[in-house]
Structure formats: C-alpha cells, structure tokens
C-alpha cells in the first residue's frame, strides 16, 4: 500500500515536471541577424541563441559547394550556391532547442552537417534533468526502503 | 510474470523444425547482403543515393537497435547472412546433415580466444572508422565483404561458427544486449538433458547439427552467447527445447563476472555517447577529426576516444565503487556491477538511433527505386525530397528512452549489487551522470 502510494507521488511528480506550465521570461522581441558560412561539413557560427518572438534573419553563405539550412521544427529552408549569401527570415515562435541541417546532399558527411538554434531557455533540456533526478530519488528511496 | 512457452503451439514450433522457413529468409537476406556489397563498391559514390549505406547504416540499424535487440535479441542472428556460405562449405550441405565428417580443417578456437575481447576490438575498430564507414559505399562495400569473406575463412580453419561467436563486431553488442530481451531459447526440463545420451543437441545427429553457436543447451542460463539459430530444436530427441516469452531484462538478475563482458558494456556506452556528440552535436572540428583518417587530428580523436572508453569511463566507474565496502575482490565487483550498464546503453543507443534514423529515413523511398545511383526509378520513388520525420516527437522520445534507461539501470545496480553484497548507491549515481551527459548531447 506504501509503496504503491510512492509510486502514485512519484508518477504525479513526474507529471508536474514534464507538463507544468515554467514562467516566460519578458523579452521585448527583436530583430536579429546572423551572418553564417557553411562548408563542408559545419557551420559557423554553429549555435544560435533568440528569444521567443524574435525576428530572426540568417545569411547564409556557402563557402565551397552547395549547402542548405533546413531547422527542425520550424520545417524552413534555404540553399544557398558558392558564394552566393541566401537569406531566411522567420519569427522564433516556438521555443526550445532545434537543430538545423544541411538539406543538399554536399559530400560524403553531409547528414551529419548540423547546427543547433535555441529559442529561449532549453526547457526540455531542465524538464528531463527534473526527470532524471526524480526517477533516481524514487529508486533510492525504493532501496532504502527495503533495506 | 510467469514465462510463456510460444513454442507449445504446433504452428511456431513446426515453422521453427523446418529448414525451409529459415531457408527461404536466408536466402533473401544473403541476396540484399550480395547486393549492398555490390553497390558499394560499383554504385554511386553519394552515401544518401547509395543502397549500401541506406539500407544497411539507415534501414537495417534502425530494424535492428529499435526492434531487433530490444524485443527478439538475437533474433537478427537467426536470420543473418553472414555465416552462411562459410557454414554451407563446412558442412558440404545446405540443409539436412547428411554426412557428419569435418569437410575441413574443423579446429577447436584456441581457448585465449573463447571469450568477446576479439569482438570488443572489431567493434572499436569499426567505431573508429565509423564516420568514413557510415558515409563512404565502397568502405561499407568493403566491409561487408570482408566480414562475408573472414566468416567464410574461419569456418574452414574451425568447427562451427567462429565467427559469429568470437570475432562478429555486431554479435558481440547483440549478445550484450540480448539479455534484456523478452524472449529466451531454454531447456523444459534439466533431468532430461541430464540424462540424455550423446547430447545430439550439442554434437549433433542425423536430425541436425551440433550447436553453431558451440553453447550445450542444456547449460543455457543467459541469451548471450546462443544465436538462436534453432538447431537444437531440431535435434532434441525429447522435444525438450523451447522459445520463451519472459519478462524484460530477466537475464540480468544474475550479474556476469566476466571482464570482456564488462568492458563490452563499456565500449557500447562510450560509443554511443562519442558519437552523439560527434555525428549529432553541433561542433565541427570534432565530425573534421573524425572523418579525415590518417590525419594528426583523427589519430587525437582516436586516442581521446579509446581514453574515454578504456581509461575515463572506467576509471569513473571504479572510483565509484571503490567507495563500496565488500569482501569481494575489487574486479569481481567491477565486472559484476558493470552489467547495470546494459539497460542505459541499450537506451543510449536507441535515443542516439532515433535522431539518426528519423532524419535520415527518407532516403530509403529514393534508394529504393535507385539502388546503385544510376539514375533508374524502379518503383517512381527515385526523385522523393529528403523530409526529416516526426522531429516533434524526437526529442520527447529521446527523454523517456533516457529516463526509462536510467530506471532500468537503477533497478538493475540494486539486484547486482544485492548479488556482490555492496550499495548499488555509486553505480546509481555513475548512470545518473552518464544519463545528464547523453541528454545534455542530445537535447
């Protein structure tokens, strides 16, 4: 009976962790632009960070054969010939962490050109450490408790 | 849960006694086997238009790291074609034994070979190859005939599948793994194998032949080493064999004391995490490192690599249970507690495989009606656009495969750690880090 009552806590906890609305931080939404060259087989700059709501302008600019940018989640993309700039314009509507990708084939390590824009806080990043930590606090318990 | 016999019915059980059923998909795998060789090596160079690498790094991984190993175990040995012509030319037969005499040399493997530290190394020699391997058809090309050509040799050198079971780089993490699969090849009843003449279940009879996999039945405690290449069904004279359903990870309840095992769990933790890190991150020196071979910075990234394997992992992890106070010596202890760390790099691999696979699927649709590259359209798939899939549900998926695995392992430290007499506590917090790594990687 205890323990099935642990294990109700610990799933409504769960629960609280994964679904619980986080408060959104007030950032006045911008413009930003990032100047980015691609070549085989990486960005850079290879990170982007915005804020939730920012217009984001991304000049791309291949620096040896054809390359694209395809963001994941936002399913947006561009291509972009050698030396030629290509630009991509898009509100950052949608926060969390988002890989972006080449989506021409470039060469023999083109599936694994990839970036990462993150649009606010990682939320889904700080939710699965929440997780972990509580499904490692349960577990303990659970020993402790047969010990 | 109680295990459930699938092969009382007359349905599984006369499928699996057949040689046909078995035969017929051993036919189709060792043709698409023949094939990706061929297209890898004579196809088009572009990986992403290459059956080779799409069929066999995209296709067949996916089937095999998120449905094989989890939920059949060894279910891809029974039907892999590897082993095949080698074993058809060592027994001079295709089917049914006709004539037991050795046809070759039909040496037993040296015993400072009977063990998985040959698979660790052609494992971790893949691995650091494993950007040129998963990009370049004709290296894949080249490796799957070496692999179809080094089984074909070892059979004629020794009796039964050598090379499935000390050398195959695959079989090795199979075997890890497949002792949290849900399914289980065991004996009904030990008295009867006690006592039962010649053993043909092991040596063979006029039936079928001895065990491929050079494991005796009747000893079967773990899914590691047997294949189930079903062959001991069909030479039991007392029907004394069965396919069980069991629960998931029942093999673990018993931890194993070997070293090569535990260093298996290792390198198959480490891989999955380098490569996260590598192929999925974002840093673009590392995937440069990696991929150029023979380079001052590949040979750093293949020293770092086999630190993190060999030294830090390791290191970490007996410095965690160092902390533990038990009679028992130390490796004991280390190759014992090690196998908490099957269940997290079985879901290490699948999270790290879900955003591989999921991106790159839509290849298959295109290499399909185009295997070679050369500009056929077989089934009017040939021109389909690379489409990401399901990158809503990636990462989600990614989290509760990384938090289930933490789960498994935790539960699994504890019934280790009961078995060595020492607190599962370090190797629970060791897997807690490890897990905060991966999802750092991945997220």
């Not at chain 1, 997780?131 to 606090?137: E, I, T």
């Not at chain 2, 290459?50 to 089937?63: D, H, Q």
């Not at chain 2, 007996?318 to 004991?332: E, M, V």
Request: hydrophobic share 50%; net charge positive; aromatic share 12%.
């Amino acid at each position: 009976m205890r323990t099935r009552l642990f294990l109700l806590l610990f799933v409504m906890a769960g629960l609280v962790v994964a679904f619980a609305p986080l408060p959104v931080p007030a950032a006045t939404p911008q413009a930003q632009t990032f100047r980015m060259e691609a070549g085989q087989f990486a960005y850079s700059p290879s990170e982007l960070h915005v804020n939730p709501g920012d217009t984001v302008t991304i000049q791309l600019v291949s620096t040896d054969v054809v390359h694209g940018l395809y963001v994941d989640g936002y399913d947006i993309s561009i291509e972009a010939d050698p030396g030629q700039t290509m630009t991509l314009t898009f509100v950052a509507d949608k926060p969390g962490s988002f890989r972006f990708r080449c989506n021409v084939t470039c060469g023999a390590m083109h599936p694994f050109m990839i970036g990462k824009l993150t649009v606010g806080t990682n939320n889904l990043l700080f939710r699965s450490v929440g997780l972990v930590a509580l499904a490692v606090m349960g577990v303990i318990i659970s020993i402790k408790q047969k010990t | 849960m109680a295990k459930i016999e699938l092969t009382r019915g007359p349905f599984i059980k006369n499928a699996l006694k057949s040689r046909y059923p078995q035969l017929a998909v051993f036919v189709i795998m060792l043709v698409g086997y023949i094939f990706a060789i061929l297209a890898g090596l004579t196809g088009t160079p572009v990986g992403s238009r290459n059956f080779s690498i799409v069929f066999v790094w995209i296709a067949w991984w996916a089937i095999l790291i998120l449905v094989a190993v989890p939920f059949f175990g060894r279910g891809w040995c029974a039907v892999c074609p590897i082993p095949l012509p080698g074993e058809w030319l060592q027994r001079g037969s295709v089917l049914a034994p006709h004539d037991k005499r050795p046809k070759w040399l039909n040496l037993r493997v040296p015993k400072i070979f009977r063990n998985i530290w040959l698979q660790n190394i052609s494992f971790l020699l893949l691995a650091l190859f494993s950007s040129v391997l998963l990009t370049s058809p004709n290296i894949t090309g080249i490796v799957l005939a070496v692999m179809l050509f080094g089984a074909i040799g070892l059979s004629t050198i020794f009796e039964r599948r050598a090379f499935c079971r000390y050398l195959c780089p695959v079989g090795g993490f199979i075997g890890l793994y497949s002792q949290t699969a849900p399914i289980e090849l065991r004996i009904k009843d030990k008295q009867v194998c006690a006592t039962c003449e010649g053993k043909p279940c092991y040596n063979g009879s006029q039936a079928g032949y001895g065990c491929p996999w050079d494991v005796f039945p009747g000893g079967l405690t773990r899914n590691t080493y047997c294949g189930l290449c079903m062959e001991c069904i069909r030479t039991c004279p007392h029907d004394n064999i069965a396919i069980n359903l069991r629960p998931f990870s029942a093999d673990l309840a018993k931890p194993s004391t070997r070293l090569d095992e535990a260093f298996k769990a290792f390198i198959m933790l480490g891989s999955a995490m380098i490569y996260a890190g590598v192929l999925l991150g974002p840093w673009g020196v590392l995937k440069d490192a990696a991929y150029n071979v023979g380079t001052n910075a590949w040979f750093i990234y293949a020293v770092i690599f086999l630190a993190i394997i060999f030294v830090i992992l390791p290191g970490l992890f007996t410095l965690g249970i160092l902390q533990t106070k038990s009679i028992l010596p130390l490796k004991r202890r280390f190759a014992s507690l090690a196998t908490a760390l099957i269940p997290i790099g079985l879901m290490f691999w699948v999270a790290f495989s879900l955003s591989f696979v999921l991106t790159n699927a839509s290849y298959i649709l295109a290499a399909l009606s185009d295997p070679m590259g050369l500009g056929w359209n077989l089934f009017g798939t040939a021109n389909a656009a690379w489409q990401p899939m399901l990158t809503s549900v990636l990462a989600p998926a990614q989290t509760l495969a990384l938090v289930g695995g933490l789960i498994w392992s935790a539960r699994t430290a504890q019934k280790a750690a009961n078995e060595v007499k020492v607190s599962s506590i370090p190797v629970i917090v060791y897997c807690l880090i490890a897990t905060l790594v991966m999802l750092w990687l991945l997220l």
